[in-house]
């Protein structure tokens, strides 16, 4: 009885052993495939230069960006008035000719219209006759004063015959001036170049932003015939809160978009800093000197400006460069390192090789990309862009995805679940 019950623990504990040798074996086997399934997760896609075009994939480096401590505020652009005119007519006339349109780019003394009427003709001759008129009274002084030295004649012709050239006189300065003032140059006047037609010239550089007449319409002082405005000068209006406010000051950079056109970013650097609320809106103007770039800025486009508070930089991508796997954020750059190519021992290897290789060439005839997945740490985002910490150094100013790192992500993806 007793040999029947030891050999009966001992069957025991050789089952258990067993069962527990088999249970270690399983666990390492699925450790180790665990593992190998984390080496073989590919890291690296290929793009051929056709695909590259279709997607509209875009390349750019990391940048520094004054990404934190901001303040987000809307405005308006503007131009001084002392950088905006009309142009106008000294005298009234019906337009013959229009030489611009809205748009255009004018300089200063430049032809923005020709405008006719038959009275310009009536003070070049005027100023014609009134030259006779002068040497006629001219001599009658001179005869005056020589009847006067003689006690032939009355002091008082002598005395009217001067006032009667003294009048003649001031009519010609004043004709003469009216017909400068007009375009013409007086000393060029004759009786076979009178001119019944006046330009009206643009009285600054600039853009002519907008056209109030037409061909056959009258104008006059009053009635301009363009408004010129030189955008050379544009500063930007930001609407600021009152709590904001104790936090702005002279010299701060602002970062602004256009915002129903947010693609390019401008600078601008804060000049003044009002003292009254803006109406209803209870903010307070901060007035700002746009910099740098200026094209495609036009007075009273509305802006979403970004205060810097301080000078602190941090590398940023744009945000279309940045895609999420697995709890993760990744970027990708552009790398010499080649894909990983797994193949099953079995035998098909020698087949898959040739296909590898065949493969291989054809894309090598294809010119093709290779990209490499890095992890990343997101930061603050504004304006379109969001700074980054890289979990692994990279080399300076290696190219990345700035645009269309979703579609390599997905290449990838895809090309991980035809491996597995």
């Known amino acids: 009885m007793r040999n029947h019950i030891i050999l009966y623990i001992s069957a025991i504990s050789f089952l258990i052993l067993s069962c527990s040798n088999s ?20 890291t690296i ?50 337009i013959k000719t229009l030489n611009v349109q809205i748009g255009d780019h004018v300089k200063k003394g430049q032809i923005i219209a020709i405008i006719e009427n038959p009275q310009f003709i009536l003070l070049q001759e005027e100023y014609l006759t009134i030259g006779s008129k002068i040497i006629f009274a001219g001599q009658e002084v001179q005869r005056q004063k020589q009847l006067n030295d003689g006690n032939a004649g009355a002091l008082k012709n002598l005395q009217n015959a001067q006032a009667e050239l003294n009048t003649l006189l001031t009519r010609k300065a004043s004709l003469q001036q009216q017909i400068q003032l007009m375009g013409i140059n007086p000393n060029l006047i004759s009786n076979n170049n009178l001119k019944s037609a006046l330009i009206v010239t643009s009285p600054l550089n600039g853009t002519i932003s907008n056209l109030f007449a037409k061909i056959g319409s009258y104008v006059d002082v009053s009635s301009p015939v363009a408004e010129i405005v030189d955008n050379s000068s544009l500063h ?5 809160f009152e709590k904001d406010l104790p936090l702005l000051k002279v010299g701060q950079i602002i970062h602004f978009t256009l915002t129903n056109n947010p693609i390019n970013e401008y600078d601008a650097k804060i000049f003044s800093i009002g003292s009254s609320f803006e109406n209803e809106s209870k903010t307070i103007s901060v007035h700002c000197a746009v910099t740098g770039n200026k094209s495609g800025l036009i007075d009273g486009m509305n802006i979403t400006g970004i205060v810097s508070l301080n000078n602190l930089t941090a590398p ?91 579609f390599i992500n997905a290449k990838l993806t895809n090309t991980s679940e035809h491996e597995h």
């Open 23 to 42: 249970h270690k074996t399983e666990n390492e086997k699925s450790v180790s495939e665990e593992h190998a399934h984390e080496e073989t997760t590919p």
């Open 45 to 94: 896609a290929t793009l051929t230069q056709a695909q590259i075009k279709a997607v509209g994939i875009q390349f750019g480096k990391i940048e520094n960006k004054e990404l934190t401590a901001t303040i987000k505020a809307n405005g308006i652009l503007r131009v001084p008035n002392n950088n905006k005119a009309n142009a106008t007519s000294l005298y009234g006339g019906v």
């Open 236 to 240: 930007l209006d930001l609407q600021v």
């Open 316 to 406: 940023a991508v744009p945000d279309d460069a940045i895609v999420s796997a697995d709890g993760k954020y990744y970027i990708f750059m552009i790398t010499d390192k080649q894909p990983i190519e797994t193949h099953e021992a079995t035998d098909e290897h020698d087949h898959q090789h040739k296909e590898s290789e065949k493969q291989a060439t054809a894309t090598k005839q294809e010119n093709v990309v290779n990209f490499e997945k890095l992890e990343v740490v997101k930061g603050v985002s504004n304006m379109g862009y969001t700074a980054i910490t890289l979990v692994r150094d990279i080399p300076n100013n290696t190219q990345i995805v700035t645009k269309g790192a979703f």
